[in-house]
């Protein structure tokens, strides 16, 4: 007997969690979207992308260490060889050319250059005769420098940073576009269930009036057209009622899918009434804004790109000049420890140049173009600028307006409903005639509807406003997360 007790009281505890598990609030399913919905999981794995794209640019950066080589060379075929008396003769080879390079590499950002130390070994394997000779650099330095170029590394240490930013910041926004995507399914779903109790509740009304109705003209209270007109009222309650129990079944599935939840089963919604009213000085929303919003950094960014684009025109148009310069030491011999024996110096210097002479114009065209593509991404940034600021004053106006709206509604809905209530028992009564009735009916239904589309803009405005400013203004502080 314990054990079917306890069989029972275990059956009963998972059929309470069951039933309860589905009883969802508007915060509760935001929480459940930004945890298990699929845009939060993609908005998470691109901020790792941004995070390791940003780590990946840093270690450019620092010193590289690299082992190259040739293992093996091999080669066995036949050469042309011009004789000493013109002619060609084609010979037999057979060798294995090997080579290892081990090198150190710094990049210059400052300059563009690049400055290396290496170490090279190389071995060559005559078959054909039997011999073997080895060819080292014990020790090279050597610098790779751009001169009067444009130097990419310089305005990536610039550039970068931001794009880091930017994808940081485009993070948090991700997540406050899944709360505001989830709200919207939330009363998307949550007007659907109000129609669907709505339509329950005047097709039950309906019912039990037409019922009285049919009494009342057997007594003579009522006309034979009254009758008619509350016998349509139920035809159109029964319709109405399997239309919204259809829309409801659709709002649920595209919430439960959003969400995470992966079940069939219609959540049932809590009213979300509790409302906190709060201020919102548009100045403060807007430096919170420009301050939070991968938006404003973008801004930054876009401006430093076309300035960047400048700079590359006007520095590739003109002489582009390179030099190569390493010193080291060298040496040969039949053995390995051959080339590290009293080596010889080796040295290496080289300039390389470009001059345009004669372009016919295209250079200077280039430049041109950079320059008005630089002036069109100031004045393109000076209207979003204004677009932004702009949106952001509408949505705190809108709030502001719609935290009045709710409680005009609320109040009008509680009106309309106690309205009805006296509607109804007068027509029991025979002291109200069945138009009215359907009027009260009307404004009741009508009420409602408004009380929960004021309660759908309050809340979309209030996640709106987070997604523009990345503030909670009813904590007063940033909006993070982990």
Do not use: C
Not at 17 to 28: D, G, H, I, N, S
Not at 55 to 76: E, H, I, K, V
Not at 93 to 105: A, G, K, Q, T
Not at 287 to 294: V, Y
Request: net charge neutral; aromatic share 10%; no cysteine.
């Amino acid at each position: 007997m314990k054990i079917y007790a306890f069989l029972l009281l275990m059956l009963w505890n998972v059929g309470t969690l069951w039933a309860q598990e589905y009883k969802l609030t508007l915060v509760e399913a935001v929480e459940q979207a930004r945890n298990q919905s699929i845009a939060a999981k993609q908005a998470i794995t691109q901020k790792k992308t941004t995070y390791w794209q940003y780590r990946s640019f840093l270690a450019d950066y620092r010193p590289q260490l690299s082992l190259d080589g040739t293992l093996p060379g091999f080669t066995r075929s036949y050469i042309e060889v011009v004789q000493p008396d013109g002619t060609i003769a084609f010979q037999p080879v057979s060798n294995n050319n090997s080579l290892l390079s081990l090198s150190l590499s710094q990049s210059i950002a400052p300059t563009g250059g690049t400055l290396y130390v290496q170490n090279q070994l190389q071995r060559f394997d005559d078959f054909a005769r039997d011999n073997t000779r080895y060819n080292g650099v014990p020790f090279e330095i050597g610098i790779r420098q751009p001169l009067f170029r444009y130097n990419a590394m310089r305005w990536d240490r610039r550039i970068q940073p931001l794009k880091y930013q930017e994808g940081m910041q485009q993070y948090l926004s991700s997540m406050e576009e899944v709360a505001l995507q989830a709200s919207g399914y939330y009363f998307d779903l949550l007007v659907a269930q109000v129609n669907l109790q709505i339509a329950e509740k005047n097709r039950q009304n309906n019912d039990t009036l037409y019922k009285i109705a049919q009494h009342k003209l057997e007594l003579g209270r009522i006309s034979q057209n009254d009758l008619l007109q509350l016998q349509m009222g139920v035809l159109t309650a029964e319709k109405d009622l399997a239309s919204a129990q259809q829309s409801a079944t659709v709002a649920s599935l595209q919430l439960n899918r959003y969400i995470g939840f992966r079940n069939d089963r219609m959540p049932e919604l809590e009213i979300p009434t509790q409302l906190r009213e709060f201020v919102v000085e548009p100045q403060k929303a807007i430096d919170e804004a420009f301050a939070n919003r991968a938006d404003a950094v973008a801004f930054s960014r876009r401006l430093l790109e076309a300035e960047r684009d400048v700079q590359q025109a006007v520095k590739e148009n003109g002489l582009n000049a390179s030099l190569n310069a390493t010193f080291g030491l060298s040496n040969q011999g039949s053995q390995p420890m051959d080339v590290y024996r009293k080596p010889q110096d080796r040295e290496f210097v080289e300039l390389q140049f470009t001059l345009p002479i004669l372009t016919w114009g295209r250079n200077k065209a280039r430049t041109e173009v950079a320059k008005a593509n630089r002036e069109f991404a100031q004045q393109s940034v000076d209207q979003d600028k204004l677009t932004f600021e702009q949106q952001i004053f509408t949505q705190v106006t809108l709030l502001q307006m719609l935290q009045k709206q709710v409680r005009l509604t609320r109040l009008a809905d509680e009106i309309a409903a106690n309205r009805y209530q006296i509607a109804q028992e007068r027509f029991i009564l025979s002291n109200l005639s069945v138009t009215d009735l359907a009027i009260a009916t009307q404004e009741k239904d009508r009420a409602k509807r408004d009380y929960i589309l004021a309660l759908r803009d309050y809340w979309q405005s209030y996640y709106s406003l987070r997604l523009l400013t990345l503030y909670d203004f009813e904590r007063r502080e940033k909006i993070r997360y982990e």
